[in-house]
């Protein structure tokens, strides 16, 4: 098992374009989240699956935001008409319940929009 | 709302000496809380956790104590290490829901030789 793994770890895109990314979570875990972090800033939650649902997203998540886990086993992230304001590092992390531990996050997606 | 704060963006410390990480919270939700550690380029890296329902929590260098009537957390580290220095994020999980964490905005540590 080599941990949580996100694709690609470094995005460069141009506003008004579409960009995905994907995560692939430890494979018996079963809940999966998506955060962004933006400099100086702690990670922020975006959206929570638990196997292939969707049961919590954040306010944060606009309308141009996209998640999904088909199957429950890896996810997709997708970023529609990007702005300047999309850039930040986008951190998956995988757990399973009900663990006290903590989740494993990725290594993370750098995206920025020019 | 800042429901998890670390108030101090930066700390030095001389190798050898104790660290000290606080952080404080205004949810009375949360039943776990948790420290990362954040290397440049990397994703952050669960080090210790410690349940509402206890004070203190130990594991080798690292100790984390909770006071909950002051809704306040600390880490230790003794000795610091030059490896030690890193972004270090306080978390706390909120019960409900998702169970997503809350994490404050970080303390960059520099162990300094």
């Known amino acids: 098992d080599t941990g949580v793994s996100q694709d690609p770890r470094h995005k460069i895109t141009k506003r008004g374009q579409n960009v995905t990314f994907r995560c692939d979570p430890i494979?018996?875990?079963?809940?999966l989240y998506w955060y962004r972090q933006t400099l100086g800033q702690g990670p922020e939650f975006l959206t929570y699956?638990?196997?292939?649902?969707?049961?919590?997203k954040s306010r944060l998540l606009s309308d141009r935001f996209s998640a999904e886990r088909p199957k429950g086993s890896f996810s997709t992230l997708e970023i529609q008409r990007t702005e300047q304001g999309d850039s930040a590092m986008y951190l998956c992390?995988?757990?399973?319940?009900?663990?006290?531990?903590?989740?494993?996050f990725g290594s993370g997606t750098r995206l920025t929009v020019v | 709302d800042q429901q998890v704060k670390q108030n101090s963006p930066s700390l030095s410390v001389q190798e050898g000496r104790i660290s000290i990480l606080n952080c404080d919270y205004t949810?009375?939700?949360?039943?776990?809380f948790l420290w990362y550690k954040k290397y440049p380029a990397e994703g952050p890296t669960f080090l210790i956790s410690?349940?509402?329902?206890?004070d203190k929590n130990e594991d080798g260098r690292f100790t984390v104590f909770l006071n909950k009537s002051a809704k306040h957390l600390s880490l230790h580290i003794v000795p610091s290490q030059p490896g030690d220095s890193a972004v270090y994020f306080c978390?706390?999980?909120?019960?409900?829901?998702?169970?997503?964490?809350?994490f404050g905005q970080g303390t960059r540590l520099t162990i300094n030789p």
């Open positions: 410690i349940s509402s329902i206890k």
């Open positions: 978390a706390a999980r909120d019960i409900q829901g998702a169970q997503k964490l809350v």
């Open positions: 494979s018996e875990h079963n809940r």
């Open positions: 949810n009375s939700m949360f039943d776990y």
């Open positions: 992390a995988s757990s399973f319940i009900p663990g006290d531990y903590g989740y494993t």
């Open positions: 699956f638990q196997n292939e649902a969707q049961l919590e």
